[in-house]
């Protein structure tokens, strides 16, 4: 919420660089595959692309009519995807210099609450309900309805199944070419804030942030509540996985906290 992004290095605890360059509270930020970029999102409507080593920004791009709620990187990071309040999802080439938007996906009835890319699909999470897969190689959209707003989606890692969390408290995993529901988790408060929900590593649990201080984890097939974990008092916003170590990002209430397992040691 003061308009910066900061990038630390986790095991130490230490804050290597702050990015300022965002008129309003930043809302998201995506790193890029090789770590020399950083996309970011926020309150000011703008899509702004850094430089990571020199902190400067390179790109600014403008033409939501909202707030940008989230940014992802595609797998080359060539291309930067936005959802913002403004119900759009926007697409822009971080390698030309045009201004305007390469795409806009447009098909959403209210504001885009999350994006998530895979090699060839874009999957997005909105206030209307509804979560959308956008697969590029067929030209096909897939609407499944989940009727209370989305906050946030993911895909399995197996890409088979999408995760969705929505504002009433209750998780749901979706069989990603039927759309049946696989499974339902409940146990957590989701209710008022846009919360991330994640799968592990091996799609052996589904986890999800709430609004009580903690972080919940069910077994993915049984449905039972595997962890609890207390991390605060007031809302638990954020939460990610490390790609391939047992460590878990937390935020709440302006504070960043790294879980890993006792034995731990970085690499």
């Known amino acids: ?31 890029s595959f090789d770590n020399s970029q950083i996309c970011s999102g926020g309150a000011d409507k703008a899509v702004a692309l850094w430089d990571v080593s020199t902190g400067q920004v390179v790109r600014k791009y403008r033409g939501h009519a909202g707030k940008v709620n989230c940014v992802q990187f595609n797998e080359e990071a060539t291309v930067i995807m936005s959802g913002s309040i403004d119900s759009t999802v926007r697409c822009w080439d971080c390698r030309s210099r045009r201004p305007d938007p390469i795409q806009v996906l447009d098909e959403a009835k209210d504001g885009i609450s999350s994006v998530k890319l895979s090699a060839h699909e874009i999957l997005t999470g909105s206030v209307d309900g509804r979560v959308r897969r956008y697969d590029l190689r067929t030209g096909q959209l897939c609407s499944d309805y989940i009727g209370s707003p989305i906050t946030s989606v993911c895909f399995s890692k197996d890409g088979q199944c999408v995760l969705a969390a929505s504002l009433d408290s209750t998780l749901r995993l979706l069989d990603k070419d039927t759309g049946e529901l696989l ?41 039972s509540l595997a962890l609890s974990l207390p991390v605060g008092q007031g809302v638990v916003q954020s939460l990610a996985f490390h790609p391939r170590l047992p460590c878990l990002l937390v935020a709440t209430q302006g504070q960043v906290t790294l879980w890993r397992e006792d034995t731990f040691q970085p690499e």
């Open 1 to 31: 919420s003061d308009k910066t992004l900061k990038l630390w290095n986790p095991h130490k605890g230490t804050a290597l660089r702050t990015y300022q360059g965002h008129g309003y509270e930043v809302l998201d930020a995506a790193g």
């Open 183 to 223: 499974g339902e988790y409940t146990g957590h408060r989701s209710t008022t804030y846009r919360l991330d929900c994640v799968l592990n590593e091996q799609d052996t649990h589904v986890g999800c942030a709430s609004e009580d201080g903690h972080v919940y984890f069910w077994n993915l097939v049984e449905g």
